[in-house]
């Protein structure tokens, strides 16, 4: 049934389930109407008989009969037998006579003759606890055939007539319940990767399709804003990788356009390799949030040792650095290259900005390690907090200051510690500058 689509599947199976409802019905009807017709016929038969015994006298152990006005018909026909002789018997067919005559001296007892549409009842009659002899009545059955007959034709139109509506219906309901899928369906396939403002747009949702649509485009929505998130991270990285790239080859093509002593020659060397040492670390640290971002399973590291192998090879220029080791061992629920690439940005930022000092502790609340990183430089703005997490975006201090950089550490630091059920945090304080990095606890 795949093949015939959901509408018309859901359809077949409507109208089978009411066409086997109503198959039930009729055959229930004309059932329990056959068992009241049967039941109607046998009682007129056992009424005609006790009106024919209330008509017999028992005399010296004979039956005699009442005159009485002639009820004779073929809707009233009766015989009465005693001791082996025809007290009554109508005028019929010698086939019905011979059957109703057979039936003397027998047991209570109902017959059919159904090629003469009748039926006979048979009944002893008795006096004074002794069976003196039979009646027998009969009574046509056509009528009762004939109710039936029209019954069960006027029942099996009434079903197809009920079955075709409901098909009718179901079919006008399933189409009009089912059209915003379709129409939702063939704006979808219109749309390309280009068109991510393009929505559904059915309004307030009132039922499960248009809640469907609703839900839909909130998905839209959100992979809409981070395809654009993702566009302009792109564009910033892009810009901020042009400006290394463009130094070493510069620096590489002065060098290279005539003969140099040897201190130039290191000098250059030197640019080159500050600038590739930054082109390094952007290109690591995008490498590193790809693979955390796209992996399913996060392994345990050491809080204390990763954060001291973040913080290895960041001292001097005259800041010093210190780690407070907590008081009990306290594990991460990320695995020790992940945590070490989170903290590196935080630790080389506030060591870049601090004046001469850089303190690093350690706690656990509830379910989550939280290292607080603090320096005693110019500290974050109120208004920079959320500002300098941006892709290519510095604060106020780096930009005037035109410190080394590519704006680009802080912001892949959150982007990895969000990919791990984590975040860091910018706290506003004239002390200095404040981060807070918080990452599951194992």
């Given at each position: ?69 002639d009820v004779a018909g073929p809707d009233a026909s009766a015989w009465v037998f005693s001791d082996g002789s025809v007290l009554e018997h109508p005028r019929v067919r010698a086939a019905v006579d011979a059957a109703a005559r057979s039936l003397a ?297 035109g410190l080394d950089g590519a704006g680009l550490g802080l912001s892949l630091a959150r982007r990895l510690a969000r990919s791990a059920s984590g975040d860091i945090e910018a706290l506003a304080d004239p002390a200095g500058g404040r981060f807070v990095i918080r990452l599951p606890a194992a």
């Amino acid at each position: 049934m795949r093949p015939l689509g959901i509408r018309r599947r859901l359809l077949f199976a409507v109208v089978a389930v009411v066409a086997v409802a109503v198959a039930a019905l009729l055959v229930g009807f004309n059932f329990l109407l056959q068992s009241t017709l049967d039941k109607s016929s046998k009682d007129v038969l056992r009424s005609r008989a006790a009106e024919q015994v209330s008509l017999l006298r028992a005399t010296g152990g004979r039956l005699t009969l009442l005159d009485t006005p002639d009820v004779a018909g073929p809707d009233a026909s009766a015989w009465v037998f005693s001791d082996g002789s025809v007290l009554e018997h109508p005028r019929v067919r010698a086939a019905v006579d011979a059957a109703a005559r057979s039936l003397a001296g027998g047991p209570r007892r109902f017959v059919g003759l159904g090629d003469a549409d009748l039926r006979l009842y048979a009944a002893p009659i008795v006096f004074g606890g002794k069976r003196l002899g039979t009646v027998v009545v009969a009574a046509s059955i056509a009528p009762y055939e004939e109710t039936r007959r029209v019954a069960v034709v006027a029942s099996v139109v009434f079903g197809g007539l009920v079955l075709l509506l409901v098909a009718v219906a179901a079919r006008w309901l399933l189409a009009s319940s089912l059209r915003p899928v379709r129409r939702m369906t063939r704006q979808a396939a219109t749309w390309s990767e280009r068109d991510v403002d393009q929505r559904f747009a059915v309004g307030d949702p009132y039922d499960e399709l248009t809640e469907l649509a609703a839900t839909l485009d909130g998905l839209l929505d959100r992979l809409a804003a981070s395809l654009r998130h993702e566009q302009r991270f792109s564009a910033e990285l892009s810009h901020e990788l042009r400006t290394p790239i463009a130094r070493v080859l510069a620096e590489s093509e002065l060098a290279l356009r005539r003969e140099r002593p040897p201190e130039e020659y290191r000098e250059a060397l030197a640019i080159v390799h500050r600038n590739a040492e930054q082109l390094a670390k952007i290109v690591d640290a995008l490498v590193a949030a790809a693979r955390h971002e796209a992996a399913g399973v996060r392994g345990t590291a050491d809080a204390y040792s990763v954060v001291r192998e973040a913080s290895a090879g960041l001292g001097g220029d005259g800041v010093e650095l210190e780690i407070v080791d907590p008081d009990a061992s306290l594990r991460l629920g990320v695995d020790a290259d992940l945590a070490e690439r989170i903290l590196q940005p935080v630790l080389e930022n506030a060591r870049r900005y601090g004046s001469s000092r850089v303190s690093v502790s350690i706690e656990r609340r509830d379910s989550t390690v939280r290292y607080l990183v603090a320096d005693d430089g110019p500290g974050v703005g109120e208004d920079e907090r959320e500002r300098i997490f941006e892709p290519g975006v510095r604060g106020r201090v780096g930009e005037a200051g035109g410190l080394d950089g590519a704006g680009l550490g802080l912001s892949l630091a959150r982007r990895l510690a969000r990919s791990a059920s984590g975040d860091i945090e910018a706290l506003a304080d004239p002390a200095g500058g404040r981060f807070v990095i918080r990452l599951p606890a194992a």
